[in-house]
């Protein structure tokens, strides 16, 4: 009995490596990182992954461009159709984005439909553009009471690892930057579109964008409720919550949501909201290249 007890007090107590520790409790493997004040991928609390635009990836579209945020890609294009405009808007075209989390994108997404996640990042999309008067859609406008442009902009998931509404707002902006669309004319009810020759500013035009709006979005993490400034896939599926502020370029806040999680204290807030800022700039500027 007593070399039982001693072999038994002997063995050694079971180890796990990284990798398994953290698929078998994620939030604790998370927890030892944010307690020293870093993330497993090695960043800061507050900072933000490497991020890249490029304008004008898609040729048949009317604009377009492709946002890297990470290891999240998406790209948007934007098409331009005639469309017949609203009773109660007779001089107004249509601006509909459209996200599309596609299954090539993560594992996360099933075919079919789309997602609840897809449909809520879409009409998020819809009300900050609308709201905050991004595009005056009368400058849409063909000929009022009987046609006008309707813009149709599809923002594609192709690479997901979190984040999604900062990569795809940031898109949707680049690509309307991009748009570039044939001057029409129309006679005896029929819209006319030539097609003949290079666009140039004398048959075509650009877009006014009244403002350029910006996005930064942190996840609320433990108790505490600490932020974590552009949080991955890991990082989302681990948090108590997030929050995502939306800027214009003068730096006021267009638009600000909070999912989940308790109360958050006012401190954190503009802790938040500071880190929104200087995002803000950053991702503008990444536009204008």
Request: proline fraction near 5%; include cysteine.
């Amino acid at each position: 009995m007593a070399s039982t007890a001693t072999a038994t007090a002997a063995s050694p107590a079971f180890t796990f490596s990284a990798s398994t520790f953290q698929k078998l409790h994620p939030a604790e493997y998370f927890r030892k990182f944010v307690s020293q004040g870093v993330r497993p991928d090695g960043r800061l609390l507050n900072g933000f992954r490497p991020t890249t635009v490029h304008h004008g990836v898609i040729t048949t579209a009317n604009g377009s461009a492709m946002v890297r945020i990470g290891g999240t890609t998406v790209v948007c294009g934007v098409k331009a159709e005639v469309a017949e405009p609203r009773l109660d808007a007779p001089d107004q075209g249509y601006l509909v984005p459209n996200v599309d989390l596609s299954p090539i994108s993560s594992s996360a997404f099933r075919p079919g439909p789309p997602s609840e996640q897809a449909q809520v990042i879409s009409e998020a999309l819809h009300r900050v553009l609308k709201e905050s008067n991004v595009l005056d859609l009368k400058d849409l406008c063909i000929e009022e009471g009987k046609a006008v442009w309707s813009l149709w902009v599809d923002v594609v998931c192709v690479s997901y690892d979190g984040n999604i509404y900062d990569a795809a707002l940031t898109s949707v902006m680049a690509a309307l930057g991009n748009v570039r669309i044939r001057s029409p004319t129309y006679e005896e009810g029929i819209v006319k579109v030539s097609g003949a020759e290079d666009l140039s500013d004398d048959n075509s035009f650009t877009l006014k964008l009244a403002r350029t709006l910006a996005s930064a979005t942190f996840a609320l993490f433990d108790t505490n409720l600490v932020a974590l400034a552009d949080p991955n896939f890991a990082e989302e599926s681990v948090s108590q919550g997030r929050i995502t502020i939306t800027l214009d370029e003068a730096g006021q806040i267009c638009a600000l949501s909070k999912i989940g999680a308790g109360a958050s204290s006012p401190a954190l807030l503009r802790q938040c909201i500071g880190q929104a800022r200087e995002r803000a700039q950053e991702l503008r500027q990444l536009m204008k290249q």
